[in-house]
């Protein structure tokens, strides 16, 4: 039940963020801008709510309670951090840095916590050579991100700059570790969707890294599609835990639930 409400879900945001932005584009670019802060206000919103009541419906119990509140605490900073956005870019203060860089970075903080955290459950079936795999993977990438987006700018805008790539490349550790046990039948399909929002929200940040170094990104780039994603992929996955949890069976360990696989 808890995968077709999601899948439902998805079904219909993917392809209304799509439609949107990729319409609103061919029409003109102060439209994508338009439907891109919409859409953002809508799906944050949704995900922020969502990710309270699963915090209310699962506690704080336990580690996994604590997971579940890092989580929420990194969608929360995530939304000031858009509304922040939104009001500087209303008010065409777009001065860089911004406060809002504070709420992005602590966000990226609360996530590895979540994710390390509920990682250790499954601790079992991650041996050594799937981290060092990953970790080979991330680093041509990290240079790769810091080759492309290199900018001239003074000494703390250049530590600011260079620390998106670097918690991207970290953000990316847990999630592809979640993914893989996704595919290896160890978790089930609504939670893994935690790890591939933010393998789309990575993907999107080292997009919009990219075409901000080159002066073409603006608010409704399609780069911004697979950055609703991630909020929408997020939501759907919330969706799914709140089904669940009411059927996870508290007298067994959390990474061997028959609820989970």
């Known amino acids: ?26 029409v003109d670019s102060s439209y994508a801008g338009f439907w891109s802060n919409s859409l953002n206000l809508v799906f944050t919103s949704i995900l922020l709510v969502v990710c309270i009541v699963n915090n209310f419906k699962m506690g704080s119990r336990g580690k996994q309670g604590k997971a579940w509140i890092f989580f929420t605490l990194a969608i929360a900073l995530w939304f000031i951090a858009e509304r922040i956005w939104t009001i500087n870019e209303l008010t065409n203060n777009d001065t860089w840095p911004s406060y809002a860089d504070l709420f992005w970075l602590g966000g990226y903080g609360f996530y590895f916590m979540f994710g ?7 601790a079992s079936q991650i041996t050594r050579k799937n981290i060092l795999a990953i970790s080979l993977i991330v680093l041509p990438v990290l240079i790769i991100v810091f080759y492309t987006t290199e900018s001239q700018t003074d000494t703390f805008e250049r530590i600011l700059s260079a620390s998106y790539p670097i918690a991207d490349s970290l953000m990316l550790i847990p999630s592809i570790l979640g993914i893989m046990l996704f595919f290896n039948g160890r978790v089930k399909f609504s939670l893994a969707l935690l790890f591939f929002g933010m393998l789309s929200f990575v993907i999107a940040d080292y997009g919009f890294l990219y075409f901000d170094s080159i002066n073409e990104y603006y608010t409704g780039h399609l780069i911004d599609i697979p950055y609703l994603w991630a909020y929408a992929i997020f939501t759907g996955g919330i969706i799914g835990n709140l089904n669940l949890w009411s059927r996870i069976d508290k007298n067994k360990p959390f990474n061997d639930q028959d609820a989970l696989r």
């Open 116 to 122: 390390v955290m509920y990682l250790k459950f499954f």
């Open 1 to 26: 039940m808890e995968n077709k409400q999601s899948i439902f879900f998805l079904g219909i945001s993917l392809h209304v963020i799509v439609f949107a932005i990729i319409l609103s584009n061919m």
